[in-house]
């Protein structure tokens, strides 16, 4: 028997393994899904429980046949499935943008790519089984955080130069 | 038995995003078309260039966004040739895909680990060495 936690905040359960089952096939539970198998230590995640690991579509590196593609390696082992956070390559896409975007000193993008480092960064650490990518998201804060900085920067060395200006019209 | 509620992962927030996106670009295009960036004045210039004199590795992605909508490509490499390396790298991937999709065979995700770590590799070096003496030619 299992209890899970569904999307919804709530517990339901417990259950049996054929409703679980047929919960997966509903698109009700993902391998997200906080699941406590009766007789476990502890919470685990429904996607790192091997009776029920294969039944979800395969992820990146999975279960299913491998893709047919040179850009990519080969499959990890099949237990191994880590993640790339999202909010770590997005972040880090934004740190690389408020780079190159360069006309209002990445402006949009250096608060993105803090705000979604940050994030990430909060979400590996609560979930490390689940998700990986801390790199991407430290080299994501990093960037984003030079380029505020260097924003904060240029917009006082504006307000300084203005005030200047500003005086030299007799005000 | 109560059952969880069914995740709701599809929503049309994507499409519309996409679509004004679309518009956006476009529109874009059509004022970059018309409008010369060398020659008009009203388009935004990199804070960057003006504050240490250097190139930062964006600079000059308007003038050949220009250079390659009148099909002047040699002029868009000088530009900016990360760009234009951006740009055919993505057509190519996109390509890629399609020919994946078309032949049955499973999804690949558009992007991957060791390309994010490559384009801030190559983002980083290409905005050193276009300031280098030499190499001019980098340099819009």
Not at chain 1, 61 to 68: C, E, K
Not at chain 2, 47 to 56: D, E, P, S
Not at chain 2, 115 to 140: A, D, K, Y
Request: with cysteine.
């Amino acid at each position: 028997m299992y209890k899970i936690i569904g999307t919804d905040g709530k517990t339901y359960g417990p259950v049996d393994a054929v409703l679980l089952k047929q919960w997966i096939a509903e698109n009700r539970v993902e391998r997200q899904t906080p699941v406590f198998a009766d007789g476990a230590a502890e919470w685990t995640f429904l996607g790192l429980l091997p009776e029920f690991a294969e039944l979800f579509a395969p992820p990146r590196a999975g279960t299913g046949p491998a893709p047919i593609s040179p850009s990519r390696p080969a499959p990890m082992s099949a237990n191994t499935t880590l993640q790339t956070s999202s909010l770590a390559v997005t972040g880090l896409i934004c740190g690389i943008l408020s780079w190159t975007c360069c006309c209002c000193c990445g402006f949009p993008f250096n608060l993105l790519g803090i705000l979604l480092s940050w994030l990430a960064l909060s979400q590996i650490n609560r979930q490390p089984d689940l998700y990986e990518g801390r790199g991407m998201a430290i080299t994501g804060l990093v960037l984003s955080g030079v380029s505020l900085f260097a924003w904060i920067l240029w917009f006082i060395f504006r307000l300084a130069t203005s005030t200047v200006h500003y005086s030299f019209q007799g005000f | 038995m109560i059952a969880p509620p069914r995740l709701n992962r599809s929503s049309a927030l994507p499409w519309m995003a996409a679509i004004i996106l679309g518009v956006a670009l476009v529109m874009g295009l059509a004022v970059l078309f018309f409008f010369n960036p060398s020659t008009n004045g009203f388009y935004p210039v990199c804070l960057f260039h003006q504050w240490t004199g250097w190139n930062c590795p964006g600079c000059g992605g308007t003038r050949a966004t220009y250079a390659l909508l009148h099909g002047r490509f040699v002029k868009a490499f000088h530009d900016n040739a990360l760009f234009l390396f951006c740009l055919a790298f993505g057509a190519g991937r996109a390509v890629w895909m399609g020919i994946g999709k078309l032949r049955h065979q499973p999804p690949v995700p558009w992007w991957s680990t060791w390309m994010l770590w490559s384009l801030l590799v190559l983002t980083l070096g290409f905005g050193v060495i276009r300031n280098l003496p030499g190499f001019g030619w980098l340099s819009p």
